[in-house]
């Protein structure tokens, strides 16, 4: 059984910078696709990004050139650097594990373990 818990989160102004932490227990997470969901109050669960057990990297157009997703196998922990943060960043982010193959890397479906979230908040 896989375990996941976020840690980072917090509030900072726009333009600033945020790295979250994904820690993962049980299971072989070298061999894990692991992933970055969002969810704004009153929306729907979004993609962030993406990364393969091979490193291949998938990332949303709205973070694209601002966030980086990076996983650090020896510490079984996967990484969320976020930079240049706006307002409409604004959510709980959730860290996800695909254990087996990955078809659809931004359908949340195709994850079969989440953590538990932490908030972020960008203040203007």
């Known amino acids: 059984q896989v375990q996941l818990v976020e840690s980072g989160g917090g509030l900072v102004q726009a333009g600033g910078s945020l790295r979250l932490s994904c820690a993962a227990s049980?299971?072989?997470?070298?061999?894990?696709?692991m992933g970055w969901f969002r969810q704004a109050p009153g929306k729907e669960r979004e993609f962030v990004a993406t990364?393969?057990?091979?490193?291949?990297?998938y990332y949303a157009d709205s973070v694209k050139g601002r966030f980086a997703i990076s996983r650090d196998n020896a510490k079984n922990t996967l990484y969320l650097q976020m930079n240049t943060l706006k307002p409409e960043d604004t959510a709980v982010y959730y860290c996800?594990?695909?254990?087996?193959?990955?078809?659809?890397?931004?359908?949340?479906?195709?994850?079969?373990?989440w953590g538990q979230g932490t908030q972020v908040t960008v203040s203007s």
């Open positions: 990364i393969m057990s091979g490193d291949t990297t």
């Open positions: 996800a594990a695909n254990q087996w193959v990955l078809y659809r890397p931004r359908d949340p479906r195709e994850y079969d373990y």
């Open positions: 049980g299971g072989t997470f070298r061999n894990y696709a």
